[in-house]
């Protein structure tokens, strides 16, 4: 009777290719299949410390770390029935993960002037509409500036008044040249702004989109919102954020790393998070910050970063060197020995104390490097 058959014992598909490859620092996962029987257990015979294997033969529970690149390890698992067993062994082979650069998400060169470029007008987003004035409202790409090459992104706009909390949301969302653009979650994310009048504070809404895209593509406009670099919230509003004064003419570089600054919920619960450890740029967010406006302001070289940049004492501008731009800031912030120094000046307090002096401008002058020539981070060391 075919009852009483005996069953045929389990063989392992092998595994392919050998040996396997796997990055440092990424966890390793096989499934394991079979091309006879069924396994009534799985069990590890050798691998590395941590693995185990389920009911289905699913291998996982190890990753390796850089201190392993180079190395083989071996693996083998058996699958068991009443009719036998059989056994599949392999080696994996730990590699090194591939040098990490920083992406360019927006940079606006192969966009026509006139081109909506990344961000939707101001009065796109019913959330700050009735913040602004409907003039000037302008959002478009400009070759009137450029941090870098000849493009940037030009924005104008005007609140209805200065009182707090007026702020304008500047939506990315399905714009025509750079929509809903991905950005990871555990990488820093720099833009670069050019504000010629006026002072505002600055965070950006992060879209938990789940996505799996590249960085720089569209990551789709599904989920909710946490504020980067905002402190708190108004009902529908941020609060605080990094400062952005007027500068005429100089770009300043701005970094929001959202491994350490600050997270605040706008649609969501106060935690980024995701399940690819991705989301989008929603929006920039510009606060009213004494000043209503009316407002010119310049975007250029939206890009993540690889990691946070060490900073460079004196580089007022964030541009990685200290220049002739960062020298004429530090005359804007020159208090005097014991006058205590103005909001927004703590960069050039290379000495620690309450104000900006003469002494600050000692070491001042020890960081000087010249333009697009990097600074030293230690400069300020005495």
Not at 30 to 46: C, E, M, P
Not at 281 to 299: K, S
Not at 315 to 334: I, K, P, R, T
């Amino acid at each position: 009777m075919l009852g009483d058959q005996p069953q045929l014992p389990p063989t392992i598909a092998e595994v392919s290719p050998e040996p396997v490859e796997l990055l440092a620092e990424q966890p390793y996962i096989q499934q394991l299949t079979l091309t006879q029987g069924s396994a009534d257990s799985w069990s590890v015979l050798q691998s590395p410390t941590g693995v185990s294997v389920d009911s289905t033969g699913l291998v996982s529970g190890w990753t390796p770390t850089l201190a392993d690149v180079g190395n083989l390890f071996d693996f083998t698992i058996r699958a068991t029935n009443t009719g036998g067993s059989d056994d599949e062994s392999w080696q994996v082979l730990v590699v090194a993960p591939p040098p990490c650069t920083d992406t360019l998400i927006a940079g606006f060169e192969d966009i026509a002037d006139g081109s909506m470029g990344m961000f939707r007008h101001l009065g796109f987003s019913g959330t700050t509409s009735s913040h602004l004035l409907e003039s000037p409202s302008i959002s478009e790409v400009t070759s009137d500036a450029a941090a870098t090459g000849s493009k940037s992104q030009k924005l104008e706009w005007q609140f209805v008044d200065a009182t707090s909390p007026r702020w304008a949301r500047v939506s990315t969302n399905n714009a025509t040249d750079v929509p809903n653009p991905t950005v990871a979650f555990d990488k820093p994310i720099r833009l670069c702004f050019r504000l010629d009048n006026g002072s505002l504070r600055v965070c950006l809404g992060l879209r938990e989109t789940n996505t799996d895209a590249a960085i720089g593509e569209n990551g789709g406009i599904e989920g909710t919102i946490e504020w980067l670099g905002a402190t708190a919230a108004d009902g529908t509003s941020p609060v605080g954020g990094k400062i952005l004064n007027a500068r005429p003419g100089v770009w300043q570089t701005m970094i929001f790393d959202p491994l350490t600054d600050p997270v605040v919920a706008f649609t969501g619960d106060g935690v980024l998070s995701s399940t690819t450890n991705k989301g989008t740029i929603e929006h920039v967010g510009f606060a009213c910050n004494g000043t209503a406006g009316p407002f010119t302001l310049y975007i250029d070289d939206v890009a993540q970063l690889c990691e946070m940049p060490l900073p460079i004492p004196g580089d007022a501008n964030g541009d990685g060197d200290v220049d002739a731009e960062d020298l004429s800031a530090f005359v804007e912030c020159l208090s005097g020995a014991n006058v205590p120094r103005a909001g927004g000046c703590e960069g050039f307090n290379f000495d620690n104390d309450t104000d900006v002096d003469l002494d600050d401008f000692g070491i001042l002058q020890g960081c000087l490097s010249g333009p697009d020539v990097p600074g030293d981070p230690t400069c300020d060391v005495r």
